[in-house]
């Protein structure tokens, strides 16, 4: 730490600060006090630390910054559903999403800002990719549902889903240090297993996460087990089938023994019969996994359709005849446009229109 200018502090780790503490001739639990209340605490200013003395403020004010999000614009939908516009320290925004259920409350965060992958049916696809987010940028958004949890619900926040913004592997090291920040006893002190990623299905990163023995569940975006089908509906499919995808699950599942969930959309006409169906099913059989079939949320007047209930029916005959648990999800918070696929920063883009 030799440069002049403030760094923020949340980029260092607890021994990086415990060496900057000692160079600087003060103790080093005061590093770990410190740490705790940047992260366990969410505290955003040096001099809400009210077990640091003053001079020690000052010093970590020369130093250091804290950037921290900001809850820009809340919505409240008629079924509970909260969704926040969270400005970030160079003015971009991405939206999260705290969902209520009677047993569970869960944040949907997100990871990038924009997203590269330009799956056809998914507004977030329309705002291409600005950048990844930071590990703070991540967590941050976690405490601040954690919070509207409390303060709304009286609930605790029990479950993180990454299926905001962006796509998790495609920041793979800031969603990990996010993570380990959220499970630590430092952070938030949640169990991994209440994490879900969720992901389109990178090959590659899925053995990277088997080989780091991760410990939070994976979600794969299927929608379709055809590749000819899978690929018009996201193009990433054409460089990494089906086929390059079920050796990664199985790699995956050899390794962390663990179930993986295939998120599923039936649209009108695309993958609505029962050709599409019997394909699914038989995707599943390569490893223990089971299916949620999502509703699909209109993002434009597109070519895209929610299939019909008998459809959707369709589905789950098929799925449960081959022994595959496939459950029914209903959509969360349409009308702030929160729900899956839906978030794209409409009120900023609003604001700038008008
Ligand atoms: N990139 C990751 C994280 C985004 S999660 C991933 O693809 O998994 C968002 C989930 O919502 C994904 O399963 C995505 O396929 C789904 N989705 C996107 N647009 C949707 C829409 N319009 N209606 C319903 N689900 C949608």
Known sequence: MDSTAKKDIRKFTLEQ???FFIEKGEKKFRAKQVYEWLWNKSLKNFDDMSNISKETREMLKANFIINHIHVDLMQ???DGTIKNAVKLFDSKIVESVLIPTSKRITAC??????CSLDCNFCATARLKRMRNLNPDEIYDQVVAIK???ETYFNRPLTNIVFMGMGE???NYANVIEAIDKITSPEGLGMAARRITLSTVGIPKMIKKMADDEVKFNLAISLHSAINETRSRLMPINDVNPLEDLA???KYWYQKTKRKVTYEYVIWDGINDNEEHARALAKFCKIIPSKVNIIQYNPIDEGEFRQ???EAVEMYVRILENNGIIAKVRK???QDIDAACGQLANKNEVAQLES
């Open 331 to 333: 959509s969360r918070g």
């Open 109 to 114: 965060v997100s990871s990038q800002v924009g």
């Open 147 to 149: 919070e509207e949890a």
């Open 76 to 78: 409240h939908s008629a």
């Open 307 to 309: 299939a019909s209930r």
């Open 247 to 249: 050796e990664a699950l």
């Open 168 to 170: 998790p592997l495609l």
């Open 17 to 19: 600060l415990e060496e």
